[in-house]
C-alpha cells in the first residue's frame, strides 16, 4: 500500500525534517511541517533565539548564521541540520496552512501539543472529503541525538504500515506491536479530511 505522510514538529525544523529525510531517500511519499507561528533555531541565549517567517528558505538561514557566527552555528549542529534541510526541500512549511498541498493518511507528531494542535486543526476543518487521516504521537525530545533516532522509529513504523492492506483495520496491532519492540508508548487517533 502505498501511503501519503506528514511529517509535524513546533518551529525549530528538526525532528520532522530529521524524519522527512529518512523517508524522502527510502522512497516514502512525505512532507514536513512546524506548528509554531515562526520557525525558532536556537541562538546565542535562550533569550535571543534565531525567528525566521514560515517560507524563508533554508540556504537564506544558512547564509545567515554563516555570517552571524559560524563557530558557534557548527558547534551546537545548526548549520549541518540546515544543510540536511536545505537537500530535502527549500523551506519551512507551516502546518496549518498546508490545505493547497492535499490529504495525507498518516500525519506523525513528535511532541504531545504538537499532536493536539494537529487533531484540533483537522477536527476544525470543513470535513467534505470524509477520508480517514491516522494521527500518531510519537514522543522525542527535541536535541540531534534524539532526533536522529526518533526519524529511524517513525521510519520503522511507517514501513510497518507500508506493510497493511488497510491501516484502519489494523491500526491497533501495529501500534501495540511497535510499542512493545521499542519500548516506546505511542498516541494516536483517526480525524477525517
Not at 16 to 30: I, N, P, T, W, Y
Not at 52 to 69: S, V
Request: aromatic content about 8%; overall charge negative.
Amino acid at each position: 500500500m502505498k501511503l501519503r505522510y506528514a511529517m509535524v514538529c513546533s518551529s525549530n525544523q528538526n525532528r520532522s525534517m530529521e524524519a522527512h529525510a529518512l523517508l524522502k531517500r527510502e522512497g516514502f511519499d512525505v512532507a514536513s511541517y512546524g506548528t509554531g507561528q515562526h520557525v525558532k533555531l536556537p541562538g546565542p541565549s535562550l533569550r535571543e533565539p534565531n525567528v525566521y517567517e514560515f517560507g524563508t528558505p533554508y540556504k537564506h538561514m544558512l547564509d545567515d548564521l554563516r555570517r552571524k557566527d559560524p563557530e558557534l552555528y557548527r558547534r551546537n549542529g545548526i548549520l549541518p541540520m540546515l544543510k540536511r534541510n536545505v537537500s530535502v526541500k527549500t523551506a519551512p512549511q507551516r502546518w496549518q496552512e498546508n490545505a493547497a498541498d492535499g490529504t495525507f493518511d498518516v500525519v506523525l507528531t513528535f511532541e504531545e501539543k504538537v499532536f493536539d494542535m494537529v487533531i484540533e486543526d483537522l477536527h476544525n476543518r470543513n470535513h467534505v472529503l470524509l477520508k480517514p487521516v491516522l494521527v500518531i504521537n510519537l514522543e522525542v525530545k527535541d536535541n540531534h541525538e534524539e532526533a536522529a533516532i526518533g526519524g529511524r522509529l517513525a521510519l520503522q513504523l511507517c514501513q510497518e504500515l507500508e506493510t497493511i492492506e488497510n491501516w484502519e483495520d489494523c491500526v491497533d496491532d501495529v501500534i501495540i506491536n511497535f510499542e512493545r519492540q521499542n519500548n516506546r508508548k505511542l498516541l494516536y487517533s483517526i480525524s477525517y479530511y
